[in-house]
């Protein structure tokens, strides 16, 4: 059953949620289902990864999500701010590495409200570089001053789509608003990045498959799939980690349903298992986010532990990974890797 499911999906990139849970559910559909979004992304985005270059700009948040090692109740979490001169000499730097976009991603910090965050999008957009903003809800003028100043991307990552285990996960927080900021972005024109944690305690592969269709509806030009990581400063520290093998065959039914979306190969996947990066890039994603945060900040950015490459110099990170895209037969992509809307006539 599940092979005439993939044929669909690549042909018709529409499956319902039963048939996606089907196939989230059957491991032995994984290698089919990389394939197949191996020769979607082939044909609707090319060979081309794009590089992106990551700024973790702040550590500090006024969320109490319960996965997140960032959240306000975590009094081990190391806390900085970097300064906007350092913001801009980072995103100098990525520009030399030869990133065209820089992802500016922080936790959900007061202190950078407009006022201060305008002039640090202004200069780095005047170095010629592509802005995604990762730094949680705002209100629609404040996201519309953001991208005046110079952002074209936003990414607000869902989580999960069941309502009522959002809301318990992240306390203090409403679904509807976080809908509703998804709306204000599309509204006003951003490329729209949202995605999964894949194994949060509660979840059900009914709930991932209505992600993927939400994904859809949303249109979203970007998706992000990662597992759950526990990390041990929070409530859910001793719950199990999210499942490698459900999170790939997750990104490539993604591919095959939204196929000229941007889909990264998260850090997530490296750290739970060496290799996992190049398993993605074989399963349909065509995006990877690069670190370029300097010495010891790389590690404050806690999220969970054990995060992949933390080690590892910005100049270090660049040069294995255009080794490792070069020995699997891709290349760095040459432009700042806006989705590219086109009919299948056109690939």
């Given at each position: 059953?599940?092979?005439?499911?993939?044929?669909?999906?690549?042909?018709?990139?529409?499956?319902?949620?039963?048939?996606?849970?089907?196939?989230?559910?059957?491991?032995?559909?994984?290698?089919?289902?990389?394939?197949?979004?191996?020769?979607?992304?082939?044909?609707?985005?090319?060979?081309?990864?794009?590089?992106?270059?990551?700024?973790?700009?702040?550590?500090?948040?006024?969320?109490?999500?319960?996965?997140?090692?960032?959240?306000?109740?975590?009094?081990?979490?190391?806390?900085?701010?970097?300064?906007?001169?350092?913001?801009?000499?980072?995103?100098?730097?990525?520009?030399?590495?030869?990133?065209?976009?820089?992802?500016?991603?922080?936790?959900?910090?007061?202190?950078?409200?407009?006022?201060?965050?305008?002039?640090?999008?202004?200069?780095?957009?005047?170095?010629?570089?592509?802005?995604?903003?990762?730094?949680?809800?705002?209100?629609?003028?404040?996201?519309?001053?953001?991208?005046?100043?110079?952002?074209?991307?936003?990414?607000?990552?869902?989580?999960?789509?069941?309502?009522?285990?959002?809301?318990?996960?992240?306390?203090?927080?409403?679904?509807?608003?976080?809908?509703?900021?998804?709306?204000?972005?599309?509204?006003?024109?951003?490329?729209?990045?949202?995605?999964?944690?894949?194994?949060?305690?509660?979840?059900?592969?009914?709930?991932?498959?209505?992600?993927?269709?939400?994904?859809?509806?949303?249109?979203?030009?970007?998706?992000?799939?990662?597992?759950?990581?526990?990390?041990?400063?929070?409530?859910?520290?001793?719950?199990?980690?999210?499942?490698?093998?459900?999170?790939?065959?997750?990104?490539?039914l993604v591919r095959l349903l939204l196929?000229?979306?941007?889909?990264?190969?998260?850090?997530?996947?490296?750290?739970?298992?060496?290799?996992?990066?190049?398993?993605?890039?074989?399963?349909?994603?065509?995006?990877?986010?690069?670190?370029?945060?300097?010495?010891?900040?790389?590690?404050?950015?806690?999220?969970?532990?054990?995060?992949?490459?933390?080690?590892?110099?910005?100049?270090?990170?660049?040069?294995?990974?255009?080794?490792?895209?070069?020995?699997?037969?891709?290349?760095?992509?040459?432009?700042?890797?806006?989705?590219?809307?086109?009919?299948?006539?056109?690939?």
């Amino acid at each position: 059953m599940w092979q005439r499911l993939i044929e669909k999906a690549e042909k018709e990139h529409r499956l319902c949620e039963g048939e996606i849970a089907a196939l989230l559910s059957s491991p032995a559909a994984e290698e089919f289902l990389a394939a197949a979004a191996d020769r979607v992304r082939k044909r609707y985005v090319g060979d081309g990864v794009h590089l992106r270059g990551l700024i973790e700009f702040s550590n500090i948040c006024r969320r109490s999500c319960l996965y997140c090692g960032l959240r306000r109740e975590n009094e081990k979490a190391e806390r900085y701010r970097l300064p906007p001169e350092e913001i801009v000499r980072l995103a100098r730097k990525a520009r030399g590495y030869g990133y065209k976009t820089v992802v500016l991603q922080g936790g959900e910090d007061s202190f950078w409200n407009v006022d201060r965050l305008s002039p640090v999008l202004r200069e780095i957009r005047a170095l010629g570089l592509v802005i995604t903003l990762s730094i949680g809800e705002c209100s629609e003028a404040e996201y519309r001053a953001l991208k005046e100043a110079g952002a074209s991307r936003f990414l607000l990552r869902i989580e999960t789509t069941d309502r009522e285990l959002y809301e318990r996960l992240d306390p203090g927080m409403s679904f509807a608003a976080r809908c509703a900021c998804l709306a204000s972005l599309r509204r006003l024109g951003y490329e729209v990045g949202t995605g999964s944690l894949v194994g949060l305690p509660g979840q059900s592969v009914a709930s991932l498959a209505h992600d993927i269709l939400f994904f859809q509806a949303l249109d979203a030009d970007m998706v992000g799939i990662g597992p759950f990581i526990p990390n041990g400063e929070t409530p859910l520290g001793k719950a199990a980690a999210g499942d490698i093998r459900l999170t790939r065959r997750m990104v490539s039914l993604v591919r095959l349903l939204l196929p000229e979306a941007n889909i990264p190969a998260t850090t997530a996947m490296e750290t739970l298992a060496r290799g996992a990066r190049a398993g993605i890039l074989r399963a349909g994603a065509n995006v990877v986010m690069p670190n370029v945060t300097e010495g010891d900040f790389r590690r404050k950015y806690a999220l969970y532990p054990g995060k992949a490459y933390v080690r590892d110099t910005p100049e270090e990170c660049r040069l294995s990974l255009r080794e490792e895209l070069s020995q699997m037969g891709r290349f760095v992509a040459e432009d700042a890797g806006f989705r590219r809307r086109r009919s299948i006539e056109d690939t």
